[in-house]
């Protein structure tokens, strides 16, 4: 119940275009919880690049920074996700362009010095294909965690499959914390080693080899973007049809979507 709580408040805190809207959180007549959500049109990421396979750089990229955005509002905020994985990033819109909202805030680590912690030291939680070797350790995380979940994030829309996938999770978490994954370049060809090399900072076993925070990342990405192209969005559900704003444009959005609700 305080992991439910948290996350409530978790994602009702962060202002982003790219990250699920929660409007209240209560309990029914009979003691239930639930979240009263933004709804989403669409589908998860995961099932996105299962049906499609490896997707172009471009769109690769498009959706990565995206991810970027909104994990930037949220640690703004002093909110780390901790699990971030393509089960968490849901897409809504045309789908041949589609935008990105990042849910379940469920595990986040909130910096909050008035609230006791959820999760103690030595303490893993987490999903092991997109763990960061800190993370897989139980040792203290900060921001760098989601840094490197998203470098994996990319790394799967690129190549078509996980960096690190076993038989089971505690072989894949040996993995993570012992070995190096395949070379982004030797399973997509067309994949510019300047991307791959992106990718294997992001993904870098050590944080402080890492992209340091995620508007760093959000700027080595931004170079992949054709010439005279912008990461895009559409219009809220309700909104006008309006045309895609630019990324300059969302940074002054003030987010005044009228949007449906639905008990989650």
Avoid: W
């Amino acid at each position: 119940l305080s992991r439910f709580q948290r996350e409530a408040e978790a994602a009702a805190s962060v202002k982003s275009p790219y990250v699920g809207d929660v409007f209240d959180i209560a309990k029914t007549a009979d003691g239930r919880p639930f979240i009263v959500a933004e709804y989403l049109d669409g589908q998860e990421l995961a099932n996105y690049v299962r049906a499609r396979g490896k997707l172009e750089v471009e769109q690769a990229v498009r959706i990565t920074r995206q991810i970027c955005h909104a994990l930037s509002a949220a640690h703004r905020k002093g909110i780390v996700h901790r699990d971030m994985k393509p089960e968490n990033v849901f897409l809504v819109g045309d789908m041949q362009a589609p935008t990105v909202k990042v849910i379940d805030f469920g595990i986040s680590k909130v910096h909050d010095e008035g609230k006791p912690a959820l999760t103690k030291t030595g303490m893993i939680m987490g999903t092991p294909s997109y763990m960061a070797p800190e993370q897989a350790r139980g040792e203290r995380v900060d921001l760098r965690v989601d840094i490197y979940a998203v470098g994996a994030i990319l790394y799967e829309l690129v190549t078509g499959q996980r960096p690190f996938e076993r038989n089971d999770p505690t072989a894949t978490l040996t993995a993570v914390l012992l070995e190096e994954p395949a070379r982004p370049c030797s399973l997509n060809p067309h994949l510019p080693e300047a991307l791959e090399m992106v990718i294997q900072r992001a993904m870098a076993k050590a944080a402080s080899d890492r992209y340091q925070t995620m508007d760093d990342f959000e700027s080595e990405l931004s170079s992949f973007v054709e010439r005279g192209t912008t990461v895009t969005t559409i219009a809220p559900p309700g909104g006008s049809a309006s045309s895609p704003q630019t990324d300059q444009q969302r940074k002054k959005d003030a987010k005044g979507s009228n949007l449906d609700k639905i008990a989650h």
